[in-house]
């Protein structure tokens, strides 16, 4: 009886690798034993740095924020402070983007911060 070897699925799934590996350098791109490694550890990275990307994307909003409040004489942490005791809701991508397409909007949340801050 002939042995049974299912090279369509081998080929399949090698192929499947080198077309994920197109562009590495050198071996990387066109040897499969070389492909697999680094398409595997560029999928960790992958797979962690999407995630690592909320949170440097908070950072982001963070430190424009931070910056946009000083220029009204205000730290980030006071203005954040001040927005809850307003009990006013926005997160700090909307509150990043306020900041930098509408200042008149932002100076008066920053206004209304810093009357919430004072009645407490």
């Known amino acids: 009886m002939p042995r049974a070897?299912?090279?369509?699925?081998?080929l399949k799934r090698r192929k499947k690798v080198l077309?994920?590996?197109?562009?590495?350098?050198g071996n990387k791109s066109?040897?499969?034993?070389?492909a697999k490694d680094a398409v595997d550890r560029g999928e960790k990275f992958a797979?962690?740095?999407?995630?690592?990307?909320?949170?440097?994307?908070?950072q982001l909003w963070?430190?424009?924020?931070?910056?946009?409040?000083?220029?009204?004489?205000?730290?980030?942490?006071?203005?954040?402070?001040?927005?809850?005791?307003?009990n006013i809701d926005?997160?700090?991508k909307v509150l990043s983007e306020m900041a930098i397409h509408d200042e008149a909007a932002f100076g008066a949340l920053v206004e209304?911060?810093?009357?919430?801050?004072?009645?407490k």
């Open 5 to 10: 070897r299912n090279v369509p699925a081998t």
């Open 19 to 25: 077309r994920k590996a197109k562009g590495f350098f």
């Open 30 to 34: 066109r040897l499969f034993r070389y």
């Open 47 to 58: 797979y962690r740095d999407r995630r690592k990307k909320k949170s440097s994307m908070r």
């Open 62 to 86: 963070i430190v424009r924020l931070n910056a946009a409040c000083r220029e009204r004489d205000m730290s980030y942490s006071r203005f954040m402070a001040g927005l809850k005791a307003a």
């Open 90 to 92: 926005l997160n700090r």
């Open 112 to 119: 209304k911060a810093k009357e919430a801050l004072a009645q």
